[in-house]
């Protein structure tokens, strides 16, 4: 998320980068055209998630592969809206042809997106989506409610018994937050406020914020058995709270992400199963987009467009497709 997302306005950090065969002013390189003539804008979240920065550096290669410039923005911290509006009327001040954009907020970054749009820049959004969805001419991402959908019914699966579930989440208004939080009730079977349910809290999808919540929600829970997290930073807190309690071996977890350190939770026995997204390629398809609206007008698709979801655990369930960790470990994304 994996998640994983949002709170005030920070600071920002713009770069402008030029491609291999690029030369002369700032002005020549973000002048439009074909080739190296071409500039777009990838306006992405805090880097300090390594999600995000998989998918920025997938973006800008598949896009200085085409000969295309890029003038890059991050947010400094989650929900850092503010910075991404400057970013963007930067870009469109420049003339960039398109925009790959991850959105911090669904709405706040609306205005602005219309305002890129209306001056003919292709805005195509990553990971998360806008309200209304089709406030961006396309959106390139996971289908979060599949996502907690494969990891609800893996649980369902496996904890068939006096489930006690604990709750980790992030801010439910975030799209992809409420996709993972909603997709885990339908597919375990449950409805908001079930009796299944323990407790919940919210996280900022950090590990500290994830052992944080975990103690908490284990003082007041002690027969916890079942733990859906938004992520696997987020796993491996609540795991090292349970572990400090002596209560792990008694606990499935299940989280959303398929970074190569929460597949490596997986065959460590930490967390029991994940949902692996794709950053790399929600890049790739965006840039994709972009190439054939600068190369013949040609909008894609409106909506979202799924990037993929694969289920990772080595205790599968019948009738539920999965792939084992030493898989997952091949096809991850991060740091291994």
Same mark, same amino acid.
């Given at each position: 998320m994996n998640t994983t997302r949002r709170l005030a306005a920070a600071g920002i950090a713009m770069t402008l980068l030029t491609g291999a065969?690029?030369?002369?002013?700032?002005?020549e390189a973000a002048s439009g055209g074909s080739g190296g003539d071409v500039t777009i804008g990838i306006v992405e979240l805090n880097l300090s998630n390594p999600f995000f920065g998989t998918l920025e550096k997938a973006t800008e290669a598949a896009a200085t592969a085409k000969g295309w410039k890029v003038m890059k923005a !991050?947010? /400094?911290?989650? %929900?850092?809206?503010?910075?991404?509006?400057?970013?963007?009327?930067? $870009? #469109?001040?420049r003339n960039v042809k398109a925009i790959v954009l991850d959105p911090a907020n669904p709405t706040a970054l609306v205005d602005v997106v219309k305002k890129a749009r209306d001056k003919g820049i292709l805005v195509v959004t990553v990971n998360a989506t806008l309200t209304p969805i089709d406030a961006a001419d396309a959106?390139?991402? &996971?289908?979060?409610?599949? *996502?907690? /959908?494969? #990891? %609800?019914?893996?649980? @369902?699966?496996?904890?068939?018994?006096n489930p006690r579930i604990a709750m980790l989440d992030f801010d439910l208004s975030d799209g992809p937050a409420g996709g993972r939080h909603n997709g885990f009730l339908e597919?375990?079977?449950?409805?908001?406020?079930?009796? =299944?349910?323990?407790?919940?809290?919210?996280? @900022?999808?950090?590990? !500290? &914020?994830?052992?944080?919540? $975990? =103690?908490? +929600?284990?003082?007041?829970?002690?027969? #916890?058995? +079942?733990?859906y997290t938004i992520n696997?930073?987020? *796993?491996?807190g609540a795991y090292t709270a349970m572990k400090n309690k002596g209560v792990e071996s008694k606990v499935t977890t299940v989280s959303v992400d398929g970074a190569c350190s929460g597949v490596q939770d997986v065959k460590d026995g930490i967390i %029991?199963?994940?949902?692996?997204?794709?950053?790399? @390629? $929600?890049? =790739? $398809?965006?840039?994709?987009? *972009?190439a054939e609206y600068i190369a013949n007008g040609t909008k894609p698709k409106s909506g979202l467009t799924?990037?993929?979801?694969? +289920? #990772? &655990?080595? /205790?599968?369930?019948?009738?539920?497709?999965?792939?084992?960790? !030493?898989?997952?470990?091949?096809?991850?994304?991060? !740091? /291994?």
């Open positions: 065969a690029a030369c002369g002013s700032k002005d !991050e947010a /400094k911290v989650p %929900g850092d809206s503010a910075t991404q509006v400057t970013a963007i009327e930067n $870009m #469109i001040a959106t390139f991402a &996971t289908d979060n409610t599949n *996502a907690g /959908k494969l #990891i %609800g019914q893996w649980a @369902k699966g496996t904890v068939t018994s597919g375990y079977g449950i409805a908001e406020g079930a009796p =299944e349910i323990a407790g919940s809290a919210l996280t @900022k999808g950090t590990v !500290e &914020t994830g052992q944080s919540a $975990m =103690e908490n +929600l284990l003082s007041a829970h002690s027969d #916890i058995n +079942l733990v696997e930073p987020v *796993a491996h %029991g199963a994940t949902a692996m997204q794709f950053p790399s @390629k $929600m890049g =790739e $398809m965006a840039v994709a987009a *972009a799924d990037s993929g979801t694969v +289920l #990772i &655990t080595d /205790k599968p369930v019948a009738g539920l497709e999965s792939q084992t960790s !030493e898989w997952g470990l091949q096809n991850c994304w991060g !740091e /291994k």
